[in-house]
C-alpha cells in the first residue's frame, strides 16, 4: 500500500530524524537519490546540460547537491537562483565547487538562453510548504521551460502545487518525474496536481522509522486488493456469499438496470435480486438474475442495495431502500432523492458515489470547486451526510465518515468518460458491499476493479459500459494471481 502524509506530520518526522543524524546527512541523503534519478532519466550523465531552477528553500538546496554530484560526473550544471540572497549556502558553494555556475534568474537575459539549450531542467523552485500558484520570475521561466519542451524532474513535488490537497490554483511546474522523499504527499496522488507531478520516484531517507502508523491518505495496490476479494469456501451458498438488491432503471433509463446487475454478477455476491420497472430487460441480458414487481420490501433476503441508477424521479423506491438494516449503495438519481436526514439516520452502512457534479450539487457549490478541491470535497459529503463516500473521477477519493485515512485509486483510465460505466461501478460496488466488505473497503476494491477493468477492455481504443463489465473479471483474474496492472498501463499500482 502507498501511504502519502502531510507536510506537517513530514515536517515534524523530519525534525526528528535530522535530531538523530550528522548535520546535513538528510539533505545528502535526498540529493543522492534525486542525482541517481536524474542521471537515469538522461541515460547518461557526462556532456549534459542541466539547468537548476533554484528557490530560497530547502528543495533548491537538495537541488544544488544534486547538481554538484552530476556535474562531479562529467554533466554541465547551471543554476538559476531567484533569491540569490536567500539561496542555500552549502548546497551553492557544493555546486560550484564542483565545477557547476550560477547565475541570477533575472536581470539579464541568459535565463532563457541556457533553459533552451538544457538536456535537462530540475525544478528546485518551492518545497512542499508553498502555497498558491508560482508568482514573478518563477511563473516566466516555468513559461520558458515549458516552451523549451525538454525534459524537467521536480524536487519532492511539482513547484505551485499544493503538497497536502492537490489542488493548483495558479502557475505550476508540470514535471515528467517528481522525485520524492520518505514519503508520498496527498497532492502528488491526487487530481489535478497528479497530473503535474508526471511519474512519482519515492526515495527513501529513513524517515519510515519516524513517520506515525496512520497516514492521511493510503492508495491500494495488487496485494492490499487481492487480500480483500471475497472468496467462497466448500460450504458457501449463496446467502453466504451474499445477496446484493438492485433498485434502478426506469421507462426511460432501462439501460442503468442492466448496466448495474452486469457490474453486481462480477462483484462476488452470490445471486442479485432486481427490482424495478427495467425487469423484462434485465431478465433478457441475464436470465439468473431474481427479479421482483413488488418493491424492496417483498424483494427477499440480501445482504445490501444499490439505489439510484437511472431512478428518474422515484423517491419513493430510494426512501424504502434507505429503510433497510442492510449496506445500502447509493448513486446517480438516488443522490439527489435521498433526504439527508435518513442518510444520517441509518445505522447500517451507506455508500455514496457522486462525480463531481453531483457531489457539487449535494454541496451547494459550482462543479469547477469539487475539481480542484477533491480532497476537502469528498470529506465534507462524508461528514455531513454521516456516510462513505466514493468521489468518481480521474482519480477517485473514498472518504469515511469517521475522518480516516482518505483512500485513492487512480487505476482508472479517460475511456471509463462513457454512459453507464458509473452504474457498473455501482453494482460492483454493491456486491461487494452484499459479499461483507466494509464500505471503505467494498468502494476502495470496486474502483480498483473498475479502472483496471476499464483499461484492460479499452487497450488505447474506445469501449462502452458494457464492455468495462465484462473486463471484470480479467481485472479480478489480475490481481488475484498477482499479475502487474502496470503492463498495461495502469497507474497507483
Known sequence: MRTAYGVETVRAAERELMARLPEGALMQ??????????????????????????????????????????????????????????????GL?????????????????AAEGVIRRADLVVDGIVGIGGRGGLRGDAVALVDVVREAGGAVVAVDLPSGVDADSGEVSGAAVRADLTVTFGTHKPGLLIDPAREYAGTVRLVDIGLGEVLPGRAELEALQHTDVARLLPVPGVESDKYRRGVVGIAAGSARYPGA???????ALRGGAGAV????????????????????????????RVQAWVVGPGAGDDAATVAEVLEADVPVLIDADGLR????????????????????????????????????????????????????VLLKGSTTLIADSEGGAVRVNATGTGWLATAGSGDVLSGLCGSLLAAGLSAPDAGSVGAYLHGLAGRLAAEGAPVGAHDVAEGVRRAW????DGRDGRRRGARGQ
Open 257 to 263: 438496470a442492466v448496466l448495474a446487475v452486469a457490474g
Open 93 to 109: 558553494a557544493a555546486l560550484r565547487a564542483a565545477g557547476g555556475t550560477a547565475i541570477s534568474a533575472s536581470g539579464s537575459g
Open 477 to 480: 483474474q489480475d490481481v488475484r
Open 337 to 388: 432523492l435521498a433526504d439527508r436526514d435518513a442518510v444520517r439516520g441509518r445505522i447500517a452502512p451507506t455508500l455514496m458515489t457522486p462525480h463531481a457534479g453531483e457531489a457539487a450539487a449535494l454541496l451547494g457549490v459550482g462543479r469547477g470547486e469539487v475539481e480542484g478541491g477533491r480532497l476537502s470535497a469528498v470529506r465534507e459529503l462524508a461528514a455531513r451526510y454521516g456516510a462513505t
Open 29 to 90: 541523503r535526498a540529493a543522492a537519490g534525486l542525482a541517481v534519478a536524474c542521471g537515469q532519466l538522461m541515460g547518461r550523465v557526462y556532456g549534459r546540460r542541466v539547468v537548476l531552477l533554484i528557490g530560497s528553500g530547502d528543495n533548491g538546496g537538495d537541488a544544488l547537491y544534486a547538481g554538484a554530484r552530476l556535474a562531479r560526473r562529467g554533466a554541465g550544471v547551471t543554476a538559476l537562483l531567484l533569491a540569490p540572497e536567500r539561496t542555500h549556502a552549502g
Open 273 to 300: 435480486r432486481y427490482v424495478g420497472p427495467a425487469a423484462d430487460a434485465v431478465i433478457a441480458r441475464f436470465p439468473e438474475v431474481l427479479v421482483s414487481d413488488q418493491g424492496p420490501h417483498k424483494a427477499g
